[in-house]
């Protein structure tokens, strides 16, 4: 059952343009959503999260703007860079509950070009 | 290096065969996590341990899955008689209760495992 859906799959940015990519969930119990960035051959890295307790969280050139009512939640970057290329996962979880068990998307590949 | 560590990196089984791969998490992290990834997917939640007690496991774990954490500190997966459909990316993640369950959340490189 997919609980988490992302999208785009893959999106195309020219450098310095702004770059969005969109989550939504189903679980409402979910208390805690992450962003993570892979690169090929590597482990996902986290790049920012949020609580639902605020609508924005911002840092540096990377922004989650979070909507409760809507059970949705996107990440933006800004002045993407062709270092930015790469695959964003993002995850839900329930901390207290289930111990920090990450629920993920299905990924957007993106590529900035310069 | 304080990341977490996973061996081997690559792996390559003919169906059937066993495998067993290894994690080290970062020192101070007594949560463990163990993720499948395919290709074009995000990771896939396996099983998780808090110190040496496996407290959850996925339906996705079948019978020929078990995961080990001895002591404590690294742990072990084991795939037995592995299937073509076990192809894929394993990856380990820590974490610390400090702070929260997702307090430094690190994942390692993983071990891509390729059965022919």
């Known amino acids: 059952q997919q609980q988490v859906k992302q999208s785009p799959q893959s999106l195309i940015v020219q450098k310095g343009g702004i770059s969005i990519i969109n989550c939504a969930y189903e679980?409402?119990?979910?208390?805690?959503f992450p962003w993570y960035q892979q690169f090929p051959g590597k482990g996902p890295a986290l790049l920012i999260a949020i609580r639902p307790d605020v609508s924005e969280k911002k840092e540096g050139r990377f922004t989650i703007s979070f909507n409760k009512s809507a059970k949705q939640f996107s990440l933006h970057i800004m002045d993407s860079q062709p270092g930015d290329s790469a695959t964003y996962f993002c995850a839900a979880s329930r901390e207290y509950n289930q111990g920090g068990k990450l629920i993920f998307g299905q990924g957007t590949e993106l590529s900035v070009k310069p | 290096d304080t990341g977490v560590s996973q061996d081997p990196r690559h792996k390559i089984t003919k169906r059937g065969q066993n495998v067993t791969f290894r994690c080290d998490p970062i020192?101070?992290?007594?949560?463990l996590y163990w993720y499948r990834q395919t290709l074009g997917q995000g990771p896939e939640f396996l099983t998780y341990?808090?110190?040496?007690?496996?407290?959850?496991k996925s339906r996705l774990l079948s019978d020929r899955f078990s995961a080990e954490r001895p002591k404590g500190s690294f742990s072990t997966l084991e795939i037995q008689r592995t299937e073509q459909g076990d192809s894929a990316m394993y990856l380990c993640?820590?974490?610390?209760?400090?702070?929260?369950?997702?307090?430094?959340?690190?994942f390692g490189s993983g071990t891509r495992l390729t059965v022919v």
């Open positions: 679980n409402t119990a979910f208390d805690y």
């Open positions: 341990f808090q110190n040496e007690a496996q407290l959850e």
């Open positions: 020192s101070e992290h007594n949560r």
């Open positions: 993640a820590s974490s610390s209760r400090t702070g929260g369950a997702h307090y430094g959340y690190t």
